[in-house]
């Protein structure tokens, strides 16, 4: 027997009240417990995303490649069969062949902060074109060494987004 996974048709009243704020123009955060439905209003908002502009990019930052490969089964569920697809770059701060291939293709991007910031120093085109930029984990910013860096990189992502007429969630 296969079954199908059923698909989502009512959310918590939680869900509905933050995609009130989340699906305005604005950058914003999302503060919830876990197991609340944070990623689903990720994906609806990156849907909005990806619809606004067909040349768009999002990317997707969790903080641990445990996490991106997670991210990256629930969002390849998601939109792959829908024609946007999704790709998790591994690896640590350098760029192979294949990342190239991958984020010339993909439309949904999940990288480590790492990874992401390889990505975008060798990247003008991708750098240009992140209309969205989805940070999960956003409490792991802090006094250690890698969390003032994600912090750093985080107000350099928002500030690439803006540019770029996006925003950040």
Wanted: with cysteine; proline share 3%.
């Amino acid at each position: 027997l296969t079954f199908k996974k059923a698909p989502i048709t009512e959310l918590f009243v939680s869900q509905r009240n933050a995609l009130k704020k989340v699906l305005q123009g604005e950058s914003c955060v999302v503060s919830m417990p876990t197991s609340s439905g944070k990623t689903r209003i990720a994906e609806i908002v990156i849907l909005q995303s990806l619809l606004r502009d067909t040349t768009s990019k999002v990317l997707y930052i969790a903080p641990f490649r445990s996490l991106a490969y997670e991210v990256e089964e629930t969002l390849s569920g998601t939109f792959n069969p829908i024609g946007f697809y999704v790709t998790h770059l591994y690896g640590g701060a350098q760029i192979t062949a294949i990342d190239r291939s991958e984020i010339e293709i993909a439309r949904v991007l999940i990288a480590t902060p790492e990874k992401a910031k390889a990505i975008l120093r060798t990247n003008d085109d991708m750098l240009n074109s992140i209309k969205l930029v989805v940070m999960d984990e956003g409490h792991l910013i802090g006094a250690k060494s890698r969390e003032i860096a994600n912090e750093m990189f985080t107000e350099e992502l928002r500030r690439i987004v803006k540019i770029n007429g996006g925003k950040f969630l």
